[in-house]
């Protein structure tokens, strides 16, 4: 049995927090790829240590007490050495540093240490190991992430606002963003580069296969070539090339995966993750 509960953080909050959560149990397979979605993963490990290994990495993090995923666009392994038992968060592109107080772009492609990069950590995990329930859990992380750290307020909204439009429209030109927002192209890119740790041309790819990854179904018929041109890509080769930079397995590799592992429910709501059996 795996245990996962999620919230979407409300007010304020829910401008840097994406969601918390809460996970416990058995993964199925021995580990899983998973997709990047443009943002920043935290994780306090509570039980089992986990072993994190981004795409490309020589080496692999085991962490025993947490884990952070820095903004990545490639997947990182996830391979559980036991039992699950962490609880966490995922920022918004923009929420690195109000969430973490820690500058996204240093982190890019990297998976470090929890408490050793995020100080707050090491009280937040002594006290979730004293929490009965995923919803003490969650209140527990919720309240901390109310005090957010400080960071530019200007470039956080200009940001906030440059990735609202390419999540509306991945294919909008860059240069049209900057526009609008009354900059530069190249000043929007460093800004953007700096508050976001991914360029705005990188996430954009990033959340087009995020955009398709959720509206296939796995165990019905997909055709490549239609949701290519659906969702903007020249053909289906250049939608075949960005899903496997983005995923680490071909498309047909990507659902075979998931079929052969999830029903039609879980994989839902499991878009992006690549199980792998023994």
Not at 117 to 127: I, K, L, Q, T
Not at 237 to 252: M, N, Q, Y
Request: with cysteine; charged share 20%; net charge negative.
């Amino acid at each position: 049995m795996f245990e996962y509960v999620s919230r979407e953080p409300g007010g304020e909050t829910g401008r840097f927090v994406e969601s918390i959560w809460f996970a416990r149990g058995q993964i199925t397979g021995v580990r899983e790829r998973i997709a990047p979605t443009g943002s920043t993963v935290a994780a306090v490990v509570l039980g089992d240590p986990i072993r994190q290994t981004p795409d490309g990495a020589a080496e692999a993090v085991v962490a025993d007490t947490g884990f952070l995923i820095g903004p990545h666009d490639r997947p990182i392994v996830n391979e559980p050495l036991g039992q699950t038992y962490c609880v966490g968060l995922v920022t918004t592109p923009v929420g690195c540093r109000p969430a973490l107080g820690l500058a996204p772009a240093a982190l890019r492609g990297h998976v470090v240490d929890l408490l050793t990069v995020w100080p707050r950590a090491v009280a937040v995990r002594r006290a979730l190991l004293n929490c009965q329930t995923p919803d003490e859990a969650l209140d527990l992380l919720s309240a901390t992430l109310n005090r957010p750290e400080p960071f530019d307020v200007k470039a956080f909204e200009r940001c906030e606002a440059a990735v609202a439009m390419v999540s509306v429209d991945p294919t909008r030109p860059v240069g049209d963003i900057a526009a609008e927002l009354g900059v530069s192209h190249g000043h929007l890119d460093r800004q953007f580069t700096d508050q976001v740790g991914l360029s705005p041309r990188t996430l954009a790819r990033i959340l087009r296969v995020r955009q398709l990854l959720e509206t296939i179904d796995v165990h019905g018929s997909v055709s490549w070539a239609g949701k290519a041109a659906e969702l903007g890509w020249s053909d289906q080769a250049h939608l075949i090339r960005d899903f496997k930079r983005h995923t680490g397995v071909t498309p047909s590799e990507y659902v075979a995966a998931q079929r052969s592992t999830y029903d039609r429910d879980v994989a839902a709501a499991s878009a992006g993750f690549v199980p792998e059996r023994m």
